[in-house]
């Protein structure tokens, strides 16, 4: 469904049957269309019980989709560069976010599963998503399975290797590599293929509802309103299935515990109103970038990366701290040696910079339950081959922190814009831009019937136990579900896996991974379909 913001019309479309129709219809303004126009795919066959489930089967079903259609789909995705709105800025002119949505609702549409509906439903002036729902079908369970991806893009970065690129498409040894191509642009594929596996088994399961949004990788600022004008049809969410979240190694389930929230803006300092001979000026004249130093100063540590404000930080919970522990055992020295650490010789043997701890419990804390900062962009430098002896007139950061899932983010910014403008060294103008931020996340307790169907789904397709581990990433989706369905499980997982790289150069999706992942969503989906679930939690 297309809304459009001149107009105030709606189209809608629906796949299978005799083929597409469409029929336009008034729509307040401010609000997506309640009228929509619909072909089922099929008609509704009987059901078998869920825990007649064949999970041999279910996987030779989503791997044969998956090497059939799925990888060359994510492969044309990868060629469009459908970047996230905070890196382009002329989104809707260039129309790459609204291709990539509408190639997906082609592909939806025409894999005819039984009963599905879909729409791209547009509010005013941001970016486009796509909504799909399937009928319970075999069950009595009321609640909504509510399954989450994203199609937008990061900016290309720098430094792909020989062969790839961020637009280029390349499949190599089980590994698609391009951008999106893992984060997350196969989530939507991978959704539905999960669904389709189970209705060609016939096993009965919940309604389940697809929210697959273009503006993830901007903050999901736009992603509030259309949750609150698609409340009603998400209905009573029991489950949810993020497949925007990473995985600790490719051998087992991972189910994501953990979120760290984000607060950022541009720190810019300014001595100068124009470049001036550094000969002349420097000793009398500060540097602007001695004072933006000196700034950082009283946020980091820069001997250690710790944030010094107390109130960036908060206790890991019994629970995540005994996780960890587990966790480590897991996956030990990995947690550290699987980034691209830079190297040198030395005396005749190879030197490895390190990381901040070499302890894994620690290591895995200090990327999930501990405050960061990062320094993700400058300004007021001119190239290497262009730098004379100028004293710059103002120095800018893009800064970047990453916040305990406890800590709330809106307070942070302001906190953080408090702490770097007072007090200027020299009296410089420093100013800080906040850019928005987004809360953190801590899963809810996990309910019995949830953890036996992880274990279940982990023995049945990686022939492992299901692992437990936070991330250091941002979802801001999950903290709004979490508010607005606070009795929901959260199957928070992906295929960010060792060495994936979404953001940076050589990003790749590993599809034997991706495959079998698929089969342990649908294993899920099913298991939730069961009677007779405990309410209570497990400990």
Known sequence: MHFDAGTSKCMTRSGGGTGVQS?????????????????????????????LLDSA?????????????????????????????????????????????????????????EGLQWEIVRLPGRTPVLFFEVPATGTTVAETVLMYGHLDKQPEFTGWRSGLGPWTPVYDEGKLYGRGSADDGYAVYAAVAAVQALKAQGVAHPRIVGLVETCEESGSYDLLPYVEALRTRLGDVGLVVCLDSGAGNYDQLWLTTSLRGMAGGMLKVEILTEGVHSGDAS???????????????????????????????????????????????????????????????????????????????????????RPTLSVTGADGFPALKDAGNVLRPYTAFKLSLRLPPLVEAAAAVQELKALL???????????FEGGGGATGW??????????????????????????YIGQGGTIPLMNMLSEGFPQAQMMVCGVL??????????????VPYARKLTAAVAEVIAAMAAPAKPATAAT
């Not at 930080?313 to 480590?328: I, K, N, S």
């Open 497 to 510: 896996g060792p060495k994936s790289n979404a953001h940076g150069p050589n990003e790749f999706l590993h």
């Open 23 to 51: 029929k336009t219809v008034a729509c307040p303004a401010a609000a997506p269309p309640t009228e929509s126009l619909f072909v089922m795919n099929a008609p509704l066959h009987r059901e078998i019980p869920a825990g």
């Open 57 to 113: 089967r279910l996987l030779d079903d989503v791997s044969a989709r998956w090497d059939g259609d799925i990888v060359r789909r994510i492969a044309d995705y990868i060629a469009i560069p459908a970047k996230s709105p905070a890196f382009e800025k002329d989104w809707a002119a260039l129309g790459y976010l609204d291709t990539v949505v509408r190639n997906a609702a082609e592909w939806v549409e025409a894999q005819k599963v």
């Open 442 to 467: 801590n899963a809810p307790a996990t309910a019995p019937w949830f953890a036996r169907a992880l274990e279940i789904a982990s023995q049945a397709h990686y022939g492992a136990p299901c692992g």
């Open 421 to 431: 403008e007072d007090n200027a060294p020299y009296q410089a103008k420093v100013t």
């Open 283 to 369: 000793g009398l004249v500060p540097s602007s970038f001695r004072i933006l130093r000196n700034v950082l100063d009283r946020l980091e540590d820069s001997a250690t990366g710790r944030l010094l404000p107390a109130s960036f930080h908060c206790e890991v919970p019994a629970e995540r701290l005994a996780q960890a522990q587990v966790t480590a055992g897991i996956l030990g020295d990995e947690i550290y040696k699987r980034f691209p650490w830079a190297h040198y010789d030395c005396g005749g043997s190879t030197a490895f910079a390190l990381p901040t701890t070499t302890d894994p419990v620690e290591a895995l804390l200090n990327r999930t339950w």
